[in-house]
């Protein structure tokens, strides 16, 4: 799977939006973009993917680059709940060997003051 | 009604014992698996399950030996346990690996934390 980038560990402040960017500068034509996020002693939680085009769910948004290098989770109003490591993966939309597993990076741990 | 489930929720033992982690989904998927995180929060996929039949078995040892009874179950079952093996192991499931869409969105157990003495 291809590579992703993420800062280790971003802020912000409770009931404002926050921007979490992810690079993925080797993007094939076939990668999905997935976000998963981990609360704290949680399992991992589905937030969002796309391919192309912005997405929007009752969690979040996904902003995709025209060029597909880069894309942004954008959490419109902060909770404290959504303190959490934000997972940034990629997935072949169409299998070959890899058969479904996410490959998960270091992640971007949010932090949100109240 | 939980998601998928695991047992136990906590596991201490001690080295050289055998134990089992039970996982169960009720979502009717197609696909199982199992990912170990470690104490440096690296979550990693060691095996995955389809339809009852092995698809993915990362490099682990072979002291853990994944059982699938049916396709709502993937057991997870370690021989011999070692301190390196003490980590929180997660079960998921999706309903299609293959298809790259909704399909594959991964639903995650509350995890079974494993510490070996």
């Known amino acids: 799977d291809a590579k992703t980038t993420q800062p280790n560990s971003m802020e912000s402040n409770e009931e404002e939006p926050v921007h979490l960017p992810c690079n993925h500068s080797t993007i094939s034509g076939t990668d999905y973009i997935h976000w998963y996020r981990q609360l704290p002693s949680q399992g991992p939680e589905y937030v969002i993917h796309g391919l192309t085009s912005n997405v929007n769910n009752r969690m979040a948004s996904l902003a995709i680059a025209e060029d597909r290098k880069s894309s942004t989770l954008i959490l419109h109003r902060a909770t404290l709940r959504d303190a959490a490591v934000y997972y940034c993966?990629?997935?072949?939309?169409?299998?070959?060997?890899?058969?479904?597993?996410?490959?998960f990076g270091k992640g971007t741990k949010l932090s949100v003051k109240p | 009604d939980t998601a998928v489930s695991q047992t136990p929720k906590y596991l201490v033992t001690q080295m050289g014992n055998d134990k089992s982690i039970k996982c169960e989904q009720n979502?009717?998927?197609?696909?199982m698996y199992w990912y170990k995180q470690d104490s440096k929060k690296f979550l990693k996929i060691m095996f995955s399950y389809n339809n009852k039949e092995l698809i993915i078995n990362e490099t682990v040892p072979n002291r853990f030996s994944p059982k699938s009874p049916d396709k709502a179950h993937l057991n997870l079952h370690i021989n011999s346990l070692e301190l390196g093996d003490s980590a929180v192991y997660f079960c998921?499931?999706?309903?299609?690996?293959?298809?790259?869409?909704?399909?594959?969105?991964?639903?995650f157990g509350p995890g079974t934390r494993l510490l070996v003495l």
């Open positions: 998921a499931s999706s309903q299609d690996s293959r298809a790259g869409g909704n399909e594959e969105t991964q639903y």
């Open positions: 993966i990629l997935r072949l939309m169409n299998y070959g060997g890899s058969q479904g597993n996410l490959i």
């Open positions: 979502l009717g998927h197609d696909t």
